[in-house]
């Protein structure tokens, strides 16, 4: 009788919210695939709002790190991660380990992994604005998670021709569409989540957290929010991130408005029935720019550079900046020029169409030797 092969045991590191988000769909499918063997491991970067996920998503970690220290440096944190993540790794001797994006725990899976000579996988691979400084630290962490791995799953043809410009061979490199598309298309049947506005005014989402515009440049942005709830006609809904520097800069300028609703974090499902409940979406999250366009909803982006240009090109978001004065110009125009929204919530999303943690499955078990192949058609 022919020997059948031991299952290809995949080590899925994950640390925060995002990550959780993009990598379940993977673990799904790797979970449904006999010839997979899904370990989950938890740094718990975002611990308190990662703990809420893991159940909804169908994804049980089987350890978690607990790294985060109260207002801990990247330093003290990075140094957490590798140690914790490098005796993980040599403990349970993953074929692999599957990092996702740019966040401080998915550079260090990847250091770590490389340490101990284990190959890498990179979901949503390619991402750049080639700007170190911004987003920070994330550019830095995603160009060396692309130095250090050996699979590639590039989320758009863009994506992919940035990690050829580097070197990397087209063997290596999967151009799959964004994972997170992929879950937002399986949460959003289930009816599980709950709007969080309160009103039935025009309903506008805000998410602010990047640590390069903390602090004054924000407060500055919290200016223009509450003009924007002024109007009267828009209730601005803001989860808040648990970021003290976050809260300081947005708290003492929005807090107690009666049309700037501010919760505390959402869960996923709440998340996401919000977002389909809204008319306007303004973000610094990367993953916000690729959830909107998929349920018709115009983005404006509150940052100075974006590693998903896609959105901008296809017209379904604007990067409009940090400045408080645009910030507040660029939405009023949204929210009064009619024919300026529709061009925008119109748009077609350019990240995918809901099979991208198929393609990477398909990638990865080509053969039982890992050798990667380019997307199926």
Not at 26 to 41: I, Q
Not at 71 to 95: K, M
Not at 183 to 189: E, F, S, Y
Not at 254 to 280: K, Q, S
């Amino acid at each position: 009788m022919p020997t059948v092969p031991e299952p290809i045991r995949a080590m899925v590191v994950l640390g925060t919210r995002p990550e959780a988000i993009k990598l379940a769909p993977v673990v799904r499918a790797m979970s449904a695939d006999p010839r997979f063997e899904p370990v989950v491991v938890s740094t718990g970067q975002h611990r308190e709002m990662l703990e809420q996920m893991l159940h909804l998503l169908e994804m049980k970690a089987a350890a978690d790190l607990a790294v985060m220290r109260e207002r801990q440096g990247l330093a003290e944190l990075t140094g957490r991660l590798v140690d914790g993540l490098g005796r993980t790794i040599a403990e349970s001797g993953p074929d692999l380990v599957v990092v996702q994006g740019d966040t401080t725990t998915a550079m260090c899976g990847a250091l770590a992994a490389s340490y101990q000579k284990v190959p890498v996988a990179h979901v949503e691979a390619g991402l750049r604005t080639g700007d170190l400084g911004n987003p920070f630290p994330e550019e830095i962490n995603r160009q060396l998670i692309g130095r250090i791995s050996r699979w590639h799953f590039a989320p758009t043809e863009r994506s992919a021709g940035s990690l050829r410009s580097e070197g990397v061979p087209d063997e290596r490199i999967a151009v799959t569409g964004n994972t997170v598309i992929d879950n937002l298309l399986w949460i959003l049947p289930r009816g599980q989540g709950v709007p969080a506005f309160r009103t039935g005014l025009r309903r506008v989402l805000v998410t602010l957290h990047r640590r390069e515009s903390q602090g004054a440049e924000m407060a500055a942005m919290a200016g223009s929010l509450r003009r924007l709830a002024d109007r009267g006609d828009c209730e601005l809904l803001l989860p808040l991130h648990k970021s003290p520097a976050v809260r300081e800069s947005l708290l003492p300028v929005l807090d107690g408005h009666p049309r700037v609703t501010i919760v505390e974090p959402l869960g996923y499902a709440d998340f996401a029935a919000t977002l389909a409940a809204c008319d306007l979406v303004l973000t610094d999250s990367g993953g916000v720019q690729e959830e909107a366009p998929s349920l018709g909803k115009p983005v404006l982006v509150l940052r100075a550079t974006t590693e998903r240009p896609e959105a901008v090109e296809a017209g379904t978001a604007k990067l409009i900046g940090t400045d408080a004065a645009v910030l507040y110009d660029e939405a009023t125009r949204l929210l009064d020029d009619a024919a300026a929204y529709a061009a925008m919530a119109n748009a077609v999303n350019p990240f995918g169409d809901g099979r991208a943690a198929e393609r990477i499955i398909a990638a990865l078990t080509h053969d039982h030797g890992f050798l990667p192949v380019g997307a199926p058609t």
